[in-house]
C-alpha cells in the first residue's frame, strides 16, 4: 500500500514537474563528495557483486549477478518494495546503473536520474530543456544506458551530444557534440567506460549525406573527442569497393545503436554494427557487402584503431540488424565472443582474432542458409527482395530478437536463448525445411579478412599487423 | 537487473514501450478501437520481505569508525550519541507536517522535486557534515516559497523531528542550536 501511495505521488509530482522547476533550484541542497566513492577502471573490470556498474552489470555483457538471497526457492515471495514513475514523454528501453546503494537511472528526453536504491527517494534529477520538438518520435529521446566512472555519470543525448554530469548533483559537467541533429544523428545508445575512455556509438545514419555513421571516444574529463572510426567504409578506402561504385552520399546505416563490451586483458572494446540503409539491396542501389554493416567491430580503446571485423551478414537485404549486445565468454580457455541477431542465429567468434568458429540457427528464419563451418550466409535467391515483387518472409523486420538483451549464466553451457523473442510467424518458419535445397554457389575469396592497409585517423583500416592472427578468408557466395 | 542496497537484494525491473514494441508497432488501421496508451515508464523494484532470513551480503559501505570520523571532522559527537530529546522531537512533528510535507513528504521520503530526508537519501545529502550545516541550510532556505519565515527554536524543533525518524537515538537533554556545529552526521556506528 505504501509503495502504491509513493507510487501515486510520484505521478503527481511529475505532472508538476514543469511548474517547479524553479522551486528545484533551492530545494535541492548541493551534495558534496562526502559518501561518493569514485569508480576507478579497476572497479568497472571486477564490480563488487551488490554493484552494477555497466548496462549489462559487467563489461563481457552476460547480465549475470552473483547475488544469492533471491533464489529459486524463495523467488515467488518477492514484494514490491517500491515503484518509480519515469519520464514518459517518449519510449524508454532504459537499464540502470547501481553503485552503493544509488541508482542512476537513463530516462526519454535525456533526463537522468539518481534514486536510493533501497527505497526509490529521488536525490538528483538532471533534465535538460527540451529544444523544439524532440519529443514522442520514434526512438527519439531514448536513452538506453549511461555509464560511471570518477565521480561522474555519463550519457549520450538524442542532440547528438555526449554529456558528463556530477555523479553526486547532477550537475552538467560538460558536453560535446560530435554531429549535426539536422542530418538525423542522435544517441540512443549510452557510452561505456573502456581504459579510462569513453567509447560511443552515434544512430540516425539512415540519411544520404556527405558523411557516415562513427564510434568516437573521448576524455572522460573534458569531453574532447580522442579518436572518430567510422563504421562504413568510404570510396577508395579499404572495404570501400564493397558499396560497388555508390558515392559517399548513397552509403548510409551502420548505425552503432547497442552498447558495446570490453576485456580489460585484451584492452579491446567490442562494437557492433546495424544493417546497410536503405535496407533492400534493390533500393540500395548495389548488393555487394557494403563494410562494415552488421559487423562486429574490435577496437583500440585509446585510439579507435579496427583491429579486426566480422561481418556477420554481408549484403543485407531485410533489415536483418545484428547490432545487438556482445557477450564475451570463456569456454574451455577459449576466448569467445557471442552474438545474435534478428535472425535469430547464435554466433561464435575467437574475441582475440574475429576468427569465425560456430553459427547456429535457432530455426524462426527463412530468409538464408548459414555454414556452420565457415559461417557462410548463403541468400535463398526467391527471398532476395525486389521492387514490386511480394515475399513472405520470416522473422518480420521485428526480428526473431530485439533491442531486448540476453542473459548469460555462469557457464556457458548454461547460455540461455530463451529471452530471444519469438515473433509472430511459428507457422512460417518451418517453410524454411520445405524450401528445397540449393547447391553451393562457388566461394569466390574475399578480399575483406586479408586486407593489410594503413590506416589515417578517421579510417577504419583493419590493421592485421600488430601479433593477431588475422581471420582467415571466409569463403562467400559469389551473387 | 540485482543489487544490494544495505546488504539487501533487490530486484529491478524497467518497463515501458521501447522500439519494435506492440504499442508501436501493430498498425492503427488494424486495431483502431484500442487506445494506445502512453508508455507507462517506471521501474518496479522487488525484495523478500524484510522478516524473512537472508543471507548476510557484503555491506555497501565501508564501517563508519565514529570515533575517528568526529574525530577527523573536528567534532566531539555524533547524532548517535542522544542528543536530543523525544519531546522536542514530537514538538517538531507538526511543524514539519504543515511547512515540509507537500514537497518532502509526509514520511520525509521525498518527492519528485524534493530530496528524501530519511535513510540513505539523508545520508547521501548530509552525511559527512555537522547539524549546524544542515540546521542553516533549512534555517535559511527552507520553505522554499517563504525562506527563514519561522521562528528559530522551530527550525531546530523540525531538525530533531528528522533525526527522530532517521532513528537517531534521543538522550536527556534537549538538542541546543549552539552544538550544532560539534555534532556531526554519521551513519550508523558498526553499519
Redesign the interface.
Known amino acids: 500500500m505504501k509503495s502504491l501511495t509513493?507510487?501515486a505521488?510520484?505521478l503527481a509530482?511529475?505532472s508538476f514537474?514543469s511548474a517547479?522547476l524553479s522551486?528545484?533550484e533551492?530545494?535541492?541542497?548541493p551534495?558534496?563528495e562526502?559518501?561518493?566513492?569514485p569508480v576507478t577502471q579497476q572497479m568497472l573490470n571486477d564490480p563488487?557483486?551488490?554493484?552494477?556498474l555497466h548496462w549489462r552489470?559487467t563489461q563481457n555483457a552476460w547480465?549475470y549477478?552473483p547475488?544469492?538471497?533471491?533464489t529459486t526457492a524463495?523467488v515467488g515471495?518477492?514484494?514490491?518494495?517500491?515503484?518509480?514513475?519515469?519520464?514518459?514523454t517518449?519510449?524508454?528501453?532504459?537499464?540502470?546503473l547501481?553503485h552503493?546503494?544509488?541508482?542512476y537511472?537513463p530516462?526519454?528526453g535525456n533526463v537522468v536520474q539518481a534514486l536510493?536504491?533501497?527505497?526509490?527517494?529521488?536525490?538528483?534529477?538532471y533534465r535538460p530543456e527540451p529544444v523544439g520538438d524532440e519529443t514522442g518520435a520514434?526512438?527519439h529521446g531514448?536513452q538506453k544506458n549511461i555509464a560511471i566512472y570518477g565521480d561522474r555519470i555519463f550519457g549520450a543525448s538524442s542532440r547528438a551530444t555526449i554529456f558528463a554530469l556530477d555523479a553526486?548533483s547532477g550537475k552538467l559537467i560538460w558536453e560535446t557534440r560530435t554531429a549535426d541533429t539536422a542530418l538525423g544523428y542522435r544517441y540512443t545508445a549510452g557510452p561505456i567506460v573502456a581504459n579510462g575512455k569513453l567509447v560511443t556509438g552515434i544512430t540516425g545514419c539512415g540519411r544520404y549525406k556527405d558523411d557516415v555513421c562513427f564510434i568516437t571516444g573521448h576524455d572522460p574529463d573534458t569531453g574532447e573527442e580522442l579518436w572518430r572510426t567510422s563504421t562504413i567504409a568510404r570510396p577508395g578506402e579499404p572495404g570501400g569497393d564493397t558499396w560497388g561504385d555508390l558515392p559517399l552520399r548513397f552509403r548510409a546505416g551502420s548505425d552503432a545503436w547497442i552498447a558495446g563490451s570490453y576485456d580489460p586483458e585484451l584492452k579491446i572494446v567490442y562494437w557492433a554494427t546495424s544493417q546497410a540503409k536503405p535496407w533492400a539491396r534493390s533500393v540500395r542501389g548495389t548488393d555487394g557487402d557494403a563494410l562494415y554493416t552488421n559487423s562486429s567491430l574490435a577496437l583500440d580503446p585509446d585510439t579507435g584503431e579496427l583491429l579486426w571485423y566480422y561481418q556477420y551478414l554481408p549484403g543485407e537485404t531485410h533489415d536483418m540488424d545484428e547490432v545487438f549486445e556482445t557477450l564475451l565468454i570463456d569456454v574451455d580457455g577459449r576466448k569467445k565472443l557471442y552474438k545474435m541477431g534478428k535472425l535469430g542465429i547464435l554466433w561464435q567468434l575467437d574475441r582475440e582474432t574475429g576468427e569465425f568458429l560456430d553459427a547456429i540457427d535457432v530455426g524462426y528464419q527463412n530468409l538464408v542458409d548459414v555454414d556452420r563451418g565457415t559461417g557462410e550466409v548463403t541468400y535463398r535467391p526467391e527471398l532476395i527482395p525486389e521492387i514490386g515483387v511480394e515475399i513472405n518472409m520470416c522473422p518480420s523486420t521485428?526480428?526473431f530478437k530485439?533491442?531486448r538483451a540476453i542473459p548469460a549464466a555462469t557457464s556457458a553451457s548454461c547460455w540461455s536463448s530463451t529471452s530471444g523473442r519469438a515473433t509472430s510467424c511459428g507457422g512460417t518458419a518451418r517453410s524454411r525445411r520445405s524450401t528445397p535445397p540449393r547447391s553451393r554457389p562457388e566461394a569466390e575469396s574475399s578480399s575483406r579478412a586479408t586486407t593489410t592497409a594503413t590506416s589515417t585517423p578517421t579510417t577504419p583500416a583493419p590493421a592485421r599487423s600488430s601479433g593477431r592472427r588475422g581471420c582467415p578468408p571466409r569463403p562467400r557466395a559469389s551473387r | 537487473?540485482?543489487?544490494?542496497?544495505?546488504g539487501?537484494?533487490?530486484?529491478?525491473i524497467?518497463v515501458?514501450?521501447?522500439?519494435?514494441?506492440w504499442a508501436?508497432?501493430v498498425p492503427r488501421d488494424l486495431t483502431p478501437h484500442i487506445r494506445r496508451p502512453?508508455?507507462?515508464?517506471?521501474?518496479?523494484?522487488?525484495?523478500?520481505?524484510a522478516d524473512?532470513p537472508?543471507?548476510t551480503?557484503?555491506s555497501?559501505?565501508a564501517a563508519t569508525d565514529r570515533d575517528g570520523a568526529a574525530v577527523a571532522a573536528g567534532t566531539s559527537l555524533t547524532v548517535w550519541d542522544g542528543v536530543y530529546t523525544a519531546e522536542q522531537a514530537e514538538r517538531g512533528a507538526a511543524p514539519y507536517l504543515e511547512n515540509c510535507a507537500t514537497?518532502h513528504?509526509e514520511d520525509l521520503?521525498?518527492?519528485?522535486?524534493?530530496?528524501?530526508l530519511?535513510?540513505?537519501?539523508f545520508?547521501?545529502?548530509w552525511?559527512?557534515?555537522t547539524l549546524h550545516e544542515l540546521y542553516e541550510?533549512i534555517r535559511t532556505?527552507m520553505p522554499?516559497?517563504n525562506?527563514a519565515s519561522l521562528p528559530r527554536e522551530t527550525y531546530l524543533d523540525i531538525l530533531t523531528y528528522m533525526m527522530q525518524v532517521n532513528q537517531f537515538p534521543a538522550g536527556d537533554g534537549e538538542l541546543d542550536a549552539e552544538a550544532l556545529g560539534n555534532i556531526l552526521i554519521t551513519e550508523e556506528p558498526g553499519a
Open positions: 509513493r507510487l505521488c510520484s509530482a511529475m514537474l517547479s522551486a528545484q533551492t530545494a535541492f541542497v551534495v558534496t562526502t559518501g561518493f566513492v563488487e557483486p551488490g554493484q552494477w552489470g547480465g549477478s547475488l544469492d538471497q533471491i524463495n515471495q518477492l514484494q514490491l518494495v517500491w515503484a518509480w514513475a519515469m519520464d514518459d517518449g519510449p524508454q528501453e532504459a537499464a540502470p547501481i552503493n546503494g544509488v541508482m537511472v530516462n526519454p536510493d536504491a533501497a527505497n526509490g527517494d529521488l536525490l538528483w534529477e520514434f526512438g531514448v553526486t521485428s526480428g530485439g533491442w | 537487473m540485482t543489487y544490494l542496497a544495505g539487501r537484494q533487490y530486484v529491478a524497467p515501458g514501450t521501447g522500439g519494435a514494441s508501436g508497432m502512453t508508455n507507462g515508464n517506471s521501474i518496479h523494484v522487488f525484495a523478500l520481505p524473512l537472508v543471507a551480503g557484503r555497501r559501505t514537497c513528504g521520503g521525498g518527492g519528485s522535486n524534493s530530496p528524501g530519511r535513510g540513505v537519501s545520508q547521501f545529502l552525511g559527512g557534515k541550510a532556505t522554499t516559497d525562506p
